[in-house]
């Protein structure tokens, strides 16, 4: 009889707190756990097509809840990535529209309507752990728990090279310490490792699995950027030398492996306590990266550029109960995650969120969100794609590329200059200075004084000399 009142009761709930549509293939305000990795590239698990890499706990994500392809995050006024990705996500909006920037309204900066406070409004207990630097301190300050790691000591407490473990540890006693609370809420536990970013410092045991001999370099790989992008020589373009050669490169690539597989070693154990605990069955499973980056491609190791395997684009895996299988070429944004976890916690996004909820997708209703997505760094790069083609603007040389992914997903063929390509320039033109309007992005997309476009890779005497 109780079990009986206690499932009208739910039903009762779900009919007013889910939104309409969703209620019948998702769970009730379902446990939420969300791994957001650090820079980790789209392609950076065995199942998203990377097969030397050894990711079996997170590859069950792929195989068993959808994968999207094409997620980004929107773009980054500052070198470090990362701060206004992990920004956007928690506050659902664009990037010049977060706190504290130039389009920010009065409203961007209050906590109420960051990602955590409207969860736990919902009935969530929240729960973060990560890392320390380049996030958002004052969204993570509301969660109801907030542990920063401290990755910068020399022993297995405070190393970097254990740092998935002491995550995913903390994580564990998290659980197991809900195991004893009958009437326990549901979690949404964000969970932001600083890895793979680099320094790329793994467990030997894991380096060990990746010999850099063995490496295949990436197919659009090149000694040097052909052109001046306009951040040539920011933080992360410095971790190799230029010209940047084979041995160097396969080097970073199997110490990024090496850190992927330590992160998926560690999530397998939070997955195993997810089981014994009882809450696996109730659980989505959000898999994200906060930027991509370069390791090799085009010349260039940093997430300082627009490329597909560069910078804004990221990793997208969900599963869980009620989520469909299979992959989605919708073209999403990480802020997007905002309005699709109020969706599951059968909430409603607050005002200001400029997201779009993903759950449609996820429930197989739907297989489209927007028709173009634009990517933005700094004053010097723009960026337009569509389900086909992508243009790529860098507005301080005057120079524009065209590119067709369906037939070339690596960017290696420049199509602007080709006259039965030109249409094509300028309908995404137009999409991009489109894009650019509805996001208040107000720079411009040519200079009446360009610089040279040709690069020349510094001394290191040079490089030396220049600020950090
Ligand atoms: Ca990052």
């Known amino acids: 009889m109780r079990c009986i009142l206690r499932q009208i009761s739910i039903t009762l709930i779900a009919a007013t707190a889910v939104p309409s549509g969703y209620a019948d293939t998702l769970p009730k305000q379902p446990n939420i756990l969300h791994i957001h990795a650090d820079d980790h590239r789209a392609d950076g698990l065995h199942a998203l097509g990377n097969s030397i890499l050894q990711t079996p706990n997170?590859?069950?994500?792929?195989?068993?809840?959808?994968?999207?392809?094409?997620?980004?995050?929107?773009?980054?006024?500052?070198?470090?990535?990362?701060?206004?990705?992990?920004?956007?996500?928690?506050?659902?909006?664009?990037?010049?529209?977060?706190?504290?920037?130039?389009?920010?309204?009065?409203?961007?900066?209050?906590?109420?309507?960051?990602?955590?406070?409207?969860?736990?409004?919902?009935?969530?207990?929240?729960?973060?752990?990560?890392?320390?630097?380049?996030?958002?301190?004052?969204?993570?300050?509301?969660?109801?728990?907030?542990?920063?790691?401290d990755a910068s000591g020399p022993t297995p407490q405070n190393d970097r090279a254990h740092c998935s473990e002491r995550l995913a540890d903390r994580t564990i006693d998290f659980l197991k310490s809900r195991n004893a609370n009958s009437a326990r809420k549901p979690f949404y536990i964000y969970l932001a490792p600083p890895v793979p970013h680099d320094p790329r410092s793994a467990e030997p045991r894991f380096h060990q699995l990746y010999n850099a001999a063995k490496i295949t370099l990436p197919a659009a790989f090149m000694p040097v950027h052909p052109f001046d992008n306009g951040e040539m020589t920011v933080r992360d373009e410095k971790l190799a030398p230029w010209p940047r050669t084979e041995a160097d490169t396969k080097q970073q690539i199997a110490d990024y492996d090496s850190c992927v597989t330590g992160l998926d070693y560690h999530v397998g154990r939070i997955f195993e306590q997810l089981k014994a605990s009882g809450e696996w069955d109730n659980t989505i499973i959000v898999f994200t990266g906060d930027n991509g980056l370069s390791l090799g491609e085009h010349g260039l190791f940093g997430k300082q550029n627009l490329y597909e395997f560069g910078g804004m684009h990221v990793p997208c895996v969900i599963a869980g109960p009620g989520i469909s299988k299979g992959k989605s070429d919708a073209l999403i944004y990480l802020m997007d995650l905002f309005p699709t976890l109020t969706d599951l916690a059968g909430t409603k996004a607050p005002d200001g969120v400029e997201g779009k909820s993903i759950v449609p997708i996820l429930t197989g209703k739907s297989t489209k969100l927007r028709n173009t997505l634009y990517t933005a760094y700094r004053n010097c790069q723009r960026a337009v794609r569509d389900d086909r083609w992508k243009l790529i603007r860098y507005p301080l040389i005057n120079k524009v590329q065209l590119f067709d992914l369906a037939s070339d997903p690596h960017e290696m063929h420049d199509l602007a200059e080709m006259s039965e390509h030109a249409a094509q320039v300028v309908t995404l033109t137009q999409s991009l200075e489109k894009a650019m309007t509805s996001y208040g992005d107000h720079a411009p997309l040519t200079t009446p004084n360009p610089k040279p476009a040709n690069w020349t890779p510094p001394t290191e005497k040079k490089l030396k000399t220049q600020k950090p």
């Open 58 to 149: 997170l590859d069950w994500l792929v195989e068993h809840g959808m994968t999207f392809n094409h997620c980004y995050t929107m773009g980054s006024m500052i070198g470090a990535v990362c701060t206004p990705s992990r920004t956007m996500m928690l506050t659902g909006r664009s990037w010049l529209r977060i706190p504290k920037a130039p389009g920010a309204s009065p409203m961007a900066s209050n906590p109420q309507t960051f990602l955590p406070r409207v969860m736990q409004a919902a009935g969530y207990q929240t729960w973060h752990m990560g890392k320390a630097g380049n996030g958002f301190p004052a969204g993570l300050r509301e969660f109801q728990t907030s542990i920063i790691d």
